[in-house]
């Protein structure tokens, strides 16, 4: 079973930078990739930034310019600088893990989730 924990998060005035980052542990199994989602109340949870294993990035319009994933793989992190947050950028921030085990099946793990808020 794969496990994903989430760190980083708080409150930072607008404008301001955050970094998130995510550690995968508890499975032997290939990572495909990583990613970061995050959700408001009322919404559904909206994909951010990925990164796969051959390092091929992707990033949703709204972050872009702002937001930079990179991935350590010997500590099996996965990161998330945030710079010029804006009051939009408030959700909960969630790391996702696809994994490829031995039966060639994906699995996914979701981390507990992390608060980002964005106020002066």
């Known amino acids: 079973q794969g496990q994903a924990v989430e760190s980083g998060g708080g409150l930072v005035q607008p404008g301001g930078s955050l970094s998130l980052s995510c550690v995968a542990s508890?499975?032997?199994?290939?990572?495909?990739?990583m990613a970061w989602y995050r959700q408001v109340p009322g919404a559904q949870r909206e994909f951010i930034a990925g990164?796969?294993?051959?390092?091929?990035?992707t990033y949703a319009d709204s972050v872009k310019g702002r937001f930079t994933i990179s991935r350590d793989i010997a500590k099996n992190t996965v990161t998330l600088q945030m710079n010029s947050l804006q009051s939009e950028d408030t959700a909960v921030y969630y790391c996702?893990?696809?994994?490829?085990?031995?039966?060639?099946?994906?699995?996914?793990?979701w981390g507990q989730g992390t608060q980002v808020t964005v106020s002066s």
């Open positions: 990164i796969t294993n051959g390092n091929s990035i």
């Open positions: 996702y893990v696809r994994r490829r085990g031995r039966d060639q099946n994906f699995y996914d793990n």
């Open positions: 508890g499975s032997t199994a290939s990572i495909y990739g």
